[in-house]
C-alpha cells in the first residue's frame, strides 16, 4: 500500500542552525501539508501546497519557514533559523485530487525535531 | 474560528470493555471529521470520517462514531477493546463549506491516549 514517508525520523540541531525536512508524498496526490505537533500539544496546521505554490498556510508559518516540491517527488519543509521553540514533531501529508472535504489526507510517520 | 476538543488525555480501560472516546466540535456550520489513530513510531491513520449522509459511521479495527449536530459531537466507540487498540486517537474537522478557498487544512482536537488493560 502507498504511504508516506519523511526523513529523518529524529534530528537534533542547535540554535539558529538551518534544518531540511524531508517528505515523500504518495506519487498520484498532489495536494500537500506540512503539520506539526509541540510536546503535549495539539497537532497545528503549518501549510498547504497545491500547484507548486503554497495555497494557505498559518500565522505560525512565518519568513523562517518555506516548503518547496524541488522535483517532483520530493516535498520539503525548511526552517531558516531554528528557535527552541521549534521543537516538535513534524507531520508531512498529501492527498489526491478531489473534494477536499472528501478526499482522505494521508500522513507520514513523523520527523521528531529537537532544537537546543 | 473551528476548534476541536476532545475531552480526556488518557483513557484506560480493560481489554473486552467498551471504548469511548469523545470529541466535540465548535463551528458556525457542521464540519467534515475525522477520528485519526497513531500507533508508536507511525504516522496518523485514518480510521474513519463524516462528511455527509448516514450519521453513524463505520471504520476500520471495528470502531465507529456518530455525528450529532445537535451536541455538535463525534464521539468514537467501539464494543469490545483489544490490546492492540492502544495508541494516540486524534479528532480533525475541517469546513463543509471551503469550496475553492480551502485546500483541506485539519484542525486537531489534542488527542487522546488509549491504554488497554489485560
Known amino acids: 500500500e502507498p504511504e508516506v514517508t519523511q526523513t529523518p525520523s529524529h534530528q537534533v540541531t542547535q540554535m539558529g542552525q538551518e534544518v531540511i525536512l524531508r517528505c515523500v508524498p504518495i506519487?498520484?496526490?498532489?495536494?500537500f501539508y506540512w503539520y506539526r505537533q509541540i510536546l503535549g500539544q495539539k497537532v497545528e496546521f503549518l501549510v498547504s501546497?497545491?500547484?507548486?505554490?503554497?495555497?494557505?498556510k498559518s500565522e505560525i508559518f512565518d519568513d523562517q519557514f518555506s516548503v518547496e516540491r524541488p522535483d517532483g517527488s520530493n516535498f520539503t519543509l525548511k526552517i531558516r533559523s531554528t528557535k527552541l521553540e521549534d521543537s516538535a514533531m513534524y507531520f508531512c501529508?498529501?492527498?489526491?485530487?478531489?473534494?477536499?472535504?472528501?478526499?482522505?489526507?494521508?500522513f507520514g510517520p513523523g520527523t521528531r525535531l529537537l532544537v537546543l | 474560528a473551528q476548534s476541536v476538543t476532545q475531552l480526556g488525555s488518557h483513557v484506560s480501560v480493560s481489554e473486552g470493555a467498551l471504548v469511548l472516546l469523545r470529541c466535540n466540535y465548535s463551528?458556525?456550520?457542521?464540519?467534515?471529521l475525522f477520528w485519526y489513530v497513531q500507533y508508536p513510531n507511525q504516522g496518523l491513520q485514518l480510521l474513519l470520517k463524516?462528511?455527509?449522509?448516514?450519521?453513524l459511521v463505520k471504520g476500520i479495527n471495528g470502531f465507529e462514531a456518530e455525528f450529532k449536530k445537535s451536541e455538535t459531537s463525534f464521539h468514537l466507540t467501539k464494543p469490545s477493546a483489544h490490546m492492540s487498540d492502544a495508541a494516540e486517537y486524534f479528532c480533525?474537522?475541517?469546513?463543509?463549506?471551503?469550496?475553492?478557498?480551502?485546500?483541506?487544512?485539519?484542525?486537531f482536537g489534542q488527542g487522546t491516549i488509549l491504554t488497554v488493560h489485560p
Open positions: 501529508a498529501s492527498r489526491a485530487r478531489g473534494l477536499a472535504g472528501v478526499e482522505t489526507q494521508y
Open positions: 506519487s498520484n496526490h498532489l495536494y
Open positions: 501546497f497545491y500547484n507548486n505554490e503554497i495555497s494557505e
Open positions: 463551528s458556525s456550520v457542521p464540519p467534515y
Open positions: 463524516y462528511t455527509t449522509g448516514a450519521t
Open positions: 480533525a474537522a475541517r469546513p463543509s463549506n471551503a469550496g475553492g478557498t480551502s485546500y483541506g487544512k485539519l484542525t
